[in-house]
Every structure is written in structure tokens, then in C-alpha cells.
Nanobody, 125 residues
Framework: VQLQASGGGVVQAGGSLRLSCAAS????????MGWFRQAPGKQPDFVAA????????YYADSVKGRFTISRDNAKNTVYLDLNSLKPEDTANYYC???????????????????WGQGTLVTVSS
């Protein structure tokens, strides 16, 4: 599967953005989808994940209550709604996909086989 992320931009603190990740192919619903982010000079961090049908979602503690992950399998797209943005949310955001996901491993980069290019989110104070 090929992934194409979009929707990044510059926003003031407290603002909102919606990131999208479009997937190629006809088997999108076979993949667990995740979002990670990498701030300058830091390691990539898990942000959120959603299971195949969208029933189950996972979030990093730092974004819980502010970000929402969702998916539209008919459109082969996963979304990440970013609300109440903070300057520390500034990062390149990457979407990722995996066919299988073992319980408790959704935060691990090694769990995901496919990655899109990043989309940059900059939050100004």
C-alpha cells in the first residue's frame, strides 16, 4: 500500500488542523492505520492508531482529548483531527499502516510496515 499524507500547515496555538492520509489499493480496510510525529532533533513518537473497522482507537497521553483519529474505508483515507494545538505539537506527522497488530504494540514504529511521507505542522505561540 502507498500512503500520501496531507493537511499540514502553520496554525496559532489553540487552533485546529485536519490531517489526511490517502492510501492506494483496494484493501485499505485490511490495515491498521497509525500516525506518528517527529519534532526537530527528536525521535519519532506515536500519536494515534485506529483498527481495521475504526471501532478501536489508541492515543498517546500527550494528545488524548485533543486529537481524534478516524477512517473512511470507502475513501481509503485516515484522518487526524488536531484541536487545541500547542507549540509542542510542532512536528512532521507521518501516517503508517500494518496488516496485523498484536495487542499492546500499536505504539511501536516496528509494528508498521508501510509509511507515507510527512506533512509538517507548525504551531506558533
Amino acid at each position: 500500500v502507498q500512503l500520501q499524507a496531507s493537511g499540514g500547515g502553520v496554525v496559532q496555538a489553540g487552533g485546529s488542523l485536519r490531517l489526511s492520509c490517502a492510501a492506494s489499493g483496494r484493501t485499505f480496510s485490511s490495515y491498521v492505520m497509525g500516525w506518528f510525529r517527529q519534532a526537530p532533533g527528536k525521535q519519532p513518537d506515536f500519536v494515534a492508531a485506529v483498527t481495521w473497522t475504526g471501532i478501536k482507537t489508541y492515543y498517546a497521553d500527550s494528545v488524548k482529548g485533543r486529537f481524534t483519529i478516524s477512517r473512511d474505508n470507502a475513501k481509503n483515507t485516515v484522518y487526524l483531527d488536531l484541536n487545541s494545538l500547542k507549540p509542542e505539537d510542532t512536528a512532521n506527522y507521518y501516517c503508517a499502516a500494518t496488516r496485523s497488530l498484536y495487542e499492546g504494540r500499536h505504539k511501536l514504529r516496528d509494528s508498521y510496515s508501510y509509511w507515507g511521507q510527512g506533512t509538517l505542522v507548525t504551531v506558533s505561540s
